[in-house]
């Protein structure tokens, strides 16, 4: 049954979102979500300080060396220069500097700001499930998403922006603005928060959300740049990058390195472990020719899309987020994280068609922490075990993010338009060609997908 607003000619302007329905859920939930968040993440922080060992590879160095190390230079007003492992927007030295701010060390002071973010991204989502036409999914499956991609989720900042992102994905549609904000903080972060824009509803709400990013960030950016020298360096320095030995694009080259016809090197190279050498920059053309294929078809998907719900905004986000991750050049571990918290904003909608996705997200973070940390060493090498494990992730990402796409638009596109026929007096039909099923659920479903527009 499709919306009045659709069906207007040259209308710029989307259909009014539908108001959710359904009761609102019990909160008795609530608890049972506490403990096991409190449960899994006291295991979690057993993980990351060592206490429970589940690889050799300590993935707490980036913070403690790393990391401390930017601080260091971050707190003389300059941006690190010299380093080319720094590969982050301005923004991102706020949260550097942060831990400094806590009377611990600066190790401990990371933990304990992640820890906070963590529960503070917990708390939205449940905060989310407990409104009318909501659910508590969302929530639930961020209790189980984050401790399985193991130690790293705490020993990168990669989960503040998320939490962030999060943050501003829950507002975005009843405060554009503020959502607008927070969002534009988190692409001055680390860029990809403002891919979850890509969703909003045509109209005011994206000129409000769309605007208030771009102001916020510009000030930002403009006062981080005239307050700190080199706030832009790390942008010469991508053009430079080879390919991670974890992305998509690599799987040919640990094929062609098992099979010994392959004669580049693997080698830190800009932060991450990345082969250079022979193909390297055919590929890296294939997965840039990938991204932009990819982004042409959400500019498409938009431009064509003729239902707009309240689940919408979030499945985008997630879709466009997919797309990005899977055909980039690096694939890092903490990615996932990113994947993981837009999969649970969609889950506290009842109506989201990415629900398959979110259970295919959640296969390929555990397949991301048995290559990283436990067989990282098989992946560097290129043995067998790390390369098919390294495939099977790789793989499922894709299919994750062309399923993704696929229900994204089915669940956008026209619906067939009824038409009521009204029939002479007297007129007799034997047999009714438009039989409906009677029944208040059948004509509840209906009215659930009109908006205020149709129903009036």
């Known amino acids: 049954m499709e919306s009045a607003q659709a069906e207007r000619p040259g209308s710029s302007e989307a259909p009014t979102l539908p108001a959710p329905s359904g009761s609102a859920p019990s ?3 609530l608890w049972a979500l506490a403990a096991s968040w409190t449960v899994s993440r006291t295991l979690l922080v057993l993980v990351v300080t060592g206490a429970l060992r589940l690889a ?7 913070v403690s060396v790393i990391y401390h190390s930017w601080y260091e230079v971050l707190r003389t007003g300059t941006f690190p220069l010299d380093d080319v492992t720094w590969q982050y927007p301005p923004g991102a030295a706020l949260v550097i500097l942060l831990p400094g701010l806590l009377p611990w060390s600066y190790l401990v002071s990371f933990f304990v700001i992640c820890g906070v973010v963590d529960a503070a991204a917990m708390a939205l989502l449940m905060r989310a499930g407990v409104r009318k036409g909501r659910s508590y999914l969302g929530a639930w499956y961020w209790v189980v998403g984050v401790p399985l991609l193991g130690p790293t989720v705490y020993c990168r900042y990669d989960i503040i922006v998320t939490a962030l992102t999060v943050a501003g994905l829950l507002v975005v549609l009843r405060r554009p603005a503020v959502g607008g904000v927070l969002l534009g903080l988190g692409g001055l972060l680390k860029i990809w928060p403002l891919l979850a824009l890509f969703g909003t509803p045509r109209g005011r709400r994206t000129r409000r959300a769309w605007t208030s990013a771009a102001a916020f960030a510009a000030a930002l950016g403009f006062l981080l740049t005239a307050g700190m020298n080199g706030a832009f360096e790390f942008l010469k320095f991508q053009s430079e990058r080879g390919i991670e030995i974890e992305s998509l694009g690599a799987l040919p080259l640990h094929f062609a390195r098992l099979a010994g016809t392959w004669n580049g090197t693997v080698t830190m190279n800009y932060g991450s472990v990345e082969f250079l050498g022979p193909w390297v920059p055919v590929i890296s053309k294939v ?9 042409g078809w959400l500019l498409i998907w938009r431009l064509r899309a003729a239902r707009w719900t309240s689940a919408t905004t979030f499945d985008a986000a997630l879709c466009a ?3 990005f991750t899977t055909t980039s050049r690096v694939i890092s571990p903490q990615y996932m994280i990113w994947v993981v918290g837009l999969a649970a904003v969609c889950l506290t909608v009842r109506g989201s068609s990415q629900r398959p996705v979110a259970v295919l997200v959640l296969v390929a973070t555990a397949l991301t922490t048995l290559e990283f940390p436990v067989m990282f060493g098989a992946v560097n090498r290129s043995e067998l075990t790390g390369v098919l494990v390294l495939t099977a992730r790789n793989l499922v990402l894709l299919v ?10 089915r669940s956008t596109r026209r619906r067939e338009v009824l038409t009521t026929v009204v029939l002479p007096a007297g007129q ?7 039989p409906v099923r009677p029944g208040i659920a059948y004509e509840q479903d ?3 997908d009109l908006t205020p527009a149709d129903r009036n």
């Open 446 to 448: 209906l009215l659930d």
């Open 27 to 29: 909160r008795r939930p």
């Open 287 to 295: 997965m840039v020719g990938m991204t932009v294929a990819g982004f």
């Open 56 to 62: 050799s590879t300590d993935v707490t160095a980036d």
């Open 321 to 323: 987020l997919l797309i």
């Open 428 to 434: 007799v039909v034997a047999q009714p060609q438009y």
């Open 400 to 409: 994750t993010t062309v399923l993704s796409a696929y229900r994204l638009w």
